[in-house]
């Protein structure tokens, strides 16, 4: 009997201490908060199979809704011919859309295959050229133009990128 009360206090406590992690939002991956503001703006989206997409976050429930969504195309030049030098790739901000398959302008995530999210400020490079963009298309500009992304100083560690990464490099 006594050991049947102690196995049916330790279950009360464990499903307690459940409850409470459950409550305090243990074990949830980190989103921004639900207010007006982060609506307001741009949201980086960095996923599980190494693409990061840019657009206007909502939330509901399990999944997170993306609209307004741009990513980055990493441009491979072609190969140079031996002893000249090698062209750098060059970065485009792609709208999601423009695509052969035409998808809509909605994506929706769940939770479980996003490792980080980024409340973008309007001063950043990748908010400057989706502002860039919209201002180009409203001028009538060429609806399938890739706007090229702004030059950035180099970083000490690579960004992710939108593309599968490669095993070599020719040299």
Same mark, same amino acid.
């Given at each position: 009997?006594?050991?049947?009360?102690?196995?049916? /206090?330790?279950?009360?406590? !464990?499903?307690?201490?459940?409850?409470?992690?459950?409550?305090?939002? /243990?074990?949830?991956?980190?989103?921004?908060?639900?207010?007006?503001?982060?609506?307001?703006?741009?949201?980086?989206?960095?996923?599980?199979?190494? &693409?990061?997409?840019?657009?206007? !976050? %909502?939330? %509901?429930?399990? /999944?997170?809704?993306?609209?307004?969504?741009?990513?980055?195309?990493?441009? $491979?030049?072609?190969? $140079?011919? *031996?002893?000249?030098?090698?062209? $750098?790739?060059?970065? %485009? !901000? /792609?709208?999601?859309?423009?695509?052969?398959?035409?998808?809509?302008?909605?994506?929706?995530?769940?939770?479980?295959?996003?490792?980080?999210?980024?409340?973008?400020?309007?001063? %950043?490079?990748?908010?400057?050229?989706?502002?860039?963009?919209? *201002?180009?298309?409203?001028?009538?500009?060429?609806?399938?133009? &890739?706007?090229?992304?702004?030059?950035?100083?180099?970083?000490?560690?690579? @960004?992710?990128?939108?593309? @599968?990464?490669?095993?070599?490099?020719?040299?």
């Amino acid at each position: 009997m006594k050991r049947l009360l102690t196995l049916l /206090v330790a279950i009360i406590i !464990l499903i307690a201490i459940g409850l409470g992690a459950m409550k305090m939002g /243990v074990g949830q991956p980190l989103l921004p908060p639900k207010s007006d503001e982060a609506k307001e703006g741009y949201t980086a989206v960095f996923l599980d199979n190494d &693409q990061v997409y840019f657009g206007k !976050l %909502s939330i %509901s429930g399990k /999944v997170v809704i993306l609209k307004d969504i741009y990513y980055i195309r990493l441009n $491979q030049p072609q190969p $140079q011919k *031996e002893g000249e030098d090698q062209a $750098q790739p060059q970065l %485009s !901000l /792609v709208k999601l859309g423009d695509q052969i398959h035409g998808p809509v302008d909605e994506m929706r995530v769940n939770t479980d295959h996003i490792l980080f999210v980024e409340r973008l400020k309007d001063e %950043s490079t990748v908010v400057k050229a989706i502002k860039t963009e919209k *201002e180009n298309k409203a001028k009538g500009g060429d609806q399938n133009a &890739q706007t090229p992304a702004p030059a950035v100083a180099p970083a000490t560690e690579p @960004a992710p990128t939108t593309t @599968a990464p490669t095993t070599e490099q020719k040299q």
